[in-house]
């Protein structure tokens, strides 16, 4: 029996041939935009307030971005480029990873600060590159055999002889006895003793819905069967129904990968492999001694894509680079980014950038930082006539309220009522939004010495003298000049 359902992404990378940037499940840490989940737009892109996104704010900016995020989901913005310009610390950062929240998984989202290109290794043109083709996805649709169902029986056949099958699971395995149940019928199935560390890995047990590819033999676990929903008040698991049809059947296995994975997969010691079909290049992910990809390879990359583009086996799914702090490229990267843009294969670049009038790098030898001419964000004119420029702006006080509170309660710390969020809010408007989040943890640390778990403006205010923020600091400097020399 035939099965055209398409697996989600999550499913794919359970298969052997994964690329080599999916990763499995990592731990969560509290970063400085942990809080930011959404650009927090309604269905006609206006501003949600409602919405529970973590952005406060920037209404004009999000609903730029929001048109952004319709106009890439079209595949309308390839080849094209956004600009977010703002001082220090108004969102940009955040606003561009809303955005890659709102895409979804799907999309890749390849994020850089300019000063990653320079290194003593590698061609700065070489490093923006490898940046646009990870922004690059390739959907590629492939027929899988699998079988599917839920585990009835499973049962593992220990052998006397321990040397001879020993995992690392410490037992000695001679084969695995697995049955699995769909709405149709129950298959049993003798597996080979390796696939045992497959299904340990999954923690696969019985009434769980599982299924395994035949070519690979990667076991994915699909969730928990919904007979067993009633079991337990509170469960954390995904209950999923029995699955229909034949247990061993085709199924259509949608798989995400970036150009750069295939790139990577590609590079062999010793030339290239003159077949290259869309099978080989998935084969080639999970193989060992890489060498330097080079454009011979990536034009032979490219045109086998073409052709599979082509075909309808797979789909281009361009993603967004972005680039921080982008008045730190060169006049070779602006000219080599101009180009970029134009080309088919492109994807649909983000950049960001806290300065007006400065030096573009890289022309002449005039200014301190080698820069002789000046344009506005330090990018040349040429370019930025291309880029569709969005603003950020600097909060307001209560802006930087709100901002505070989702930072406090990101990071867990509770404050003890408005004063202590006011007196937050009263020190970033006077110095800077960072430097008030980053007191939260001192003035967290100084109430739990007094014995404390609530905050108190007196925490706030202790933390405050202990530390200079940077306009303070600056001040300090021209107070005491020559002093530090
Ligand atoms: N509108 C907002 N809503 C919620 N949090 C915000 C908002 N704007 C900024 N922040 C938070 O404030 C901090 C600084 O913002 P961010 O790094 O995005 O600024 P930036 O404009 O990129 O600064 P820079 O120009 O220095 O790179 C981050 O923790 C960010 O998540």
Redesign the pocket.
Known sequence: MESTAPVTTAQANASSSTPSGASGPTADRVS??T??KGLGLSEFGTVDVNANC?????VPA?EACGLVVDLIQAQKLAGRALL?V????????????AMAKELGPAVPFCPMVASQVYSKEVKKTEMLTTSFRKAIGLRIREQKEVYEGEVTELTVEETQDALQHANTYGRTIAHVTLSLKTTKGTQTLKLDPTMYESLAKENVTIGDVIYIESNSGAVKRVGRSDTFATEFDLEAEEYVPLPKGDVHKRRQVVQDVSLHDLDLANAQPSGNSSRKDVVSLMASLGRPKKTEITDKLRTEINKVVTKYIQDGVAELVPGVLFI??VHMLDQECFTFLNRSLESRLSPIVVL???RGVTHVRGTGSGGQDGGGVKAPHGIPVDLLDRLLIVP?RV?SEP?MR??LR??AATESIVLDDAATLGKLAEIGTRTS??YA?QLLTPAHILASCSGRTIVSPRDVEEADLLFLDGKASAQRLSQMEGFLE
């Open positions: 400085s935009h809080h930011v973590g952005l406060v704010g920037q999000r977010l703002g001082p220090p610390g108004t969102g940009k950062t955040a606003l561009a990873l921080d702090e960001a950038t806290n950020t909060y802006e709100d901002i989702l930072r939004l960072r989040v």
